[in-house]
């Protein structure tokens, strides 16, 4: 980047600011602050064990400095101004979720679109909130589209704030279904005078594992028998005795796998469901990123401010709003669009923003100023005279 480029983005950093400073988070004062300033060195250079009282008023801060990236301590602390984590004396910590689209399995960056990326991060996200919301019963937490790359979760129960790392990991482990066996979701089941074991189907993986049971008796029952009992065979573990088991079962006492039972027509149905239930993990985890929610003194970037890679805001979205939002318009800083800057683009692949798409040329060009700071942020572009 160059900097004429640096310049600009500077500058308009600091009008956003002036214009829209982000309000402060729960606890402000307690946690440690950091940013990351705009320099022409190579890499990043990160200031950080500031307090609120050393930053003074937030938007008057931020306005002053107009860094590239802003960020404050999941933590909170006696002392959150002091140099070394011992000597801050640590408090309690929120709960923090991080999910990067570019990490999540299926996503190929050479391939993948920017808002196709987004689109994979946002359908992790909501199976995430689907665990917190209705698994864990969390109340207090915020949903955070990060600026980049994905979104981001503060879980702020009081209930959180001490967990150590080891407890904070056994949260991590379960939302990715790290370490879930069939055996954890079976329970004995009183029928009449006799017991029976049964897949639990009032909550967390056993209802996900009995959801997929029931989704996949509808797909049998949808195909000629021929074709049920080839499909059966397909899995490792079923021949053509247990496949013939299982498909009498699902036609003929579909309410038996309705209630969980699994003893019905021998192994066989408990044999698919524990196959089944490897489809389950695997559609129904959400690929956080564990280091981010076990380090109890992580810096998260700040709701409301900019994101340097992007010029985009980080913005956060209501829990109900999550299935509505988009990123590629919702998060575009709003002081941005009012007129065109003139740029020298790379001639690259086009950029979807603001509900349009917008070719990059090979050369000079006025763009609209979020796209154009879009492209500047992520090295796509150049600033030009006007």
């Known amino acids: 980047m160059d900097e004429r480029t640096r310049a600009y983005l500077r500058g308009r950093f600091r009008d956003f600011y002036r214009a829209s400073p982000p309000p402060l988070p729960p606890a402000a004062d307690r946690r440690e602050w950091g940013y990351i300033p705009w320099t022409d060195r190579a890499g990043t250079t990160m200031v950080r064990h500031m ?46 979720f991080d999910l990067d689209a570019d990490h999540l399995p299926g996503v190929d960056l050479e391939r993948d679109s920017y808002g196709e990326m987004l689109a994979a991060g946002k359908a992790s996200l909501q199976r995430l909130l689907t665990f917190l919301v209705d698994d864990f019963g969390f109340e207090d937490l915020q949903v955070v589209f990060s600026g980049g790359r994905g979104y981001h979760v503060h879980v702020r129960d009081p209930g959180v704030l ?114 089944l239930l490897e489809e389950a993990i695997a559609d129904d985890s959400a690929a956080i990123d564990e280091p981010v929610t076990t380090d109890t003194h992580r810096l998260i970037r700040l709701p409301g401010s900019l994101h340097g890679g992007t010029a985009l805001r980080v913005t956060p979205i209501p829990l109900d709003a999550v299935d509505a939002f988009d990123p590629l318009v919702d998060a575009v800083p709003e002081p941005f669009t009012t007129h065109e ?11 979807e923003l603001g509900g349009e798409t917008f070719t990059v040329p090979a050369g000079e060009a006025r763009l609209p100023e979020y796209v154009a700071n879009f492209l500047m942020a992520r090295g796509r572009a150049e600033k030009e005279r006007e």
């Open 341 to 351: 800057v003139a740029v020298r683009g790379d001639g690259g692949p086009p950029v």
């Open 51 to 96: 307090s609120l009282l050393e930053l003074g008023d937030l938007g008057d801060f931020l306005a002053r400095e107009r860094p590239q990236h802003v960020y404050h301590s999941a933590g909170q602390y006696r002392d959150p101004g002091a140099p070394s984590m011992g000597e801050k004396d640590w408090q309690g910590s929120d709960l923090v």
């Open 162 to 275: 001490g967990l150590d790392r080891e407890a904070r990991r056994e949260v991590v482990d379960y939302v990715r279904g790290l370490g879930v066996t069939f055996d954890d979701l079976v329970e004995t089941v009183q029928r009449g005078h006799a017991t029976a074991r049964a897949l639990t189907s009032d909550g967390g993986w056993g209802r996900r594992a009995h959801r997929h049971l029931l989704a996949f008796a509808d797909e049998l029952t949808a195909l000629p028998e021929a074709d049920a009992l080839e499909r059966l065979r397909a899995f490792d573990g079923i021949g053509e005795k247990r496949a013939a088991a299982v498909l009498e079962v699902v036609t003929e006492d579909p309410g038996a796998l309705a209630s969980g039972g699994i003893e019905r027509g021998g192994p066989a149905i408990r044999t698919l469901a524990e196959l």
